[in-house]
């Protein structure tokens, strides 16, 4: 069984760039959920997405952005790229949403983000 | 809002002794409580979770934490730490209807020393 993967593991932008981070989700998991982890700092909840739909979001400005493809692999897109967006992103998958039914949520390794 | 507070930053711990890492959430309901841990260049891990029923949950590598509702607190502990043990640990809440996703804490670096 493969596990969650992300790609890339690590990029530099510069301030004003848009880059876009890839998740391939854990076989049979139908549901993305993307977190932000400044150094120093827990994960904070950006998104999720469930049958391809967004299905949650945290306080996190419109420039973060997601799609789901039909497979359950996920990208995350950040456009106009600040410094403070410079962080470890972490992508998780799961066999269902996170509520009443919580299904675990398998984290892959994360990209790290450096914004120049 | 949810929030989780993890009062020690770094706690370092002699191999062998015990470990007892805290966590206090808030919030209104009946949470649903987890415990993360993160080794360097990982993902994060699950230890364990709790929902609901038996207050002492047992989890992977010898981890067990209690839920006490009075106060608040979901506390990691284990008994006899091992050299690998050293990570950083997260406690993480999130609410029934789970569209505000998980909420960590900011984490606590455990050092282990020989």
């Known amino acids: 069984e493969t596990g969650v993967t992300q790609s890339p593991t690590h990029l530099i932008k510069t301030r004003g760039q848009q880059v876009t981070l890839r998740c391939s989700s854990q076989s049979g998991h139908n549901t993305v959920s993307w977190y932000q982890q400044a150094l120093g700092q827990g994960p904070q909840f950006i998104f999720q997405?469930?049958?391809?739909?967004?299905?949650g979001r945290g306080n996190f400005p419109p420039r973060f952005s997601g799609l789901q493809f039909p497979n359950y692999s996920s990208e995350l897109n950040v456009n106009a790229l600040e410094l403070d967006d410079s962080a470890l992103y972490l992508c998780a998958s799961s066999a269902g949403p996170l509520g009443p039914n919580f299904s675990e949520q398998f984290f892959g390794p994360g990209t790290r983000l450096t914004v120049l | 809002a949810q929030s989780v507070t993890q009062p020690d930053i770094h706690i370092t711990v002699s191999e062998g002794a015990s470990l007892e890492l805290r966590c206090n959430y808030s919030y209104g309901a009946t949470p649903y409580l987890f415990w993360y841990v993160q080794s360097p260049g990982q993902g994060l891990q699950l230890l364990l979770k709790y929902f609901s029923g038996d207050t002492l949950v047992q989890g992977i590598k010898g981890f067990e934490a209690e839920f006490k509702r009075s106060q608040s607190s979901f506390n990691l502990r284990k008994p006899s730490v091992h050299w690998s043990d050293a990570a950083e640990y997260f406690c993480a809440v999130v609410s029934g209807g789970g569209a505000d996703g998980l909420t960590f804490g900011k984490g606590t670096h455990l050092i282990i020393q020989p």
């Open positions: 997405y469930y049958r391809e739909e967004e299905n």
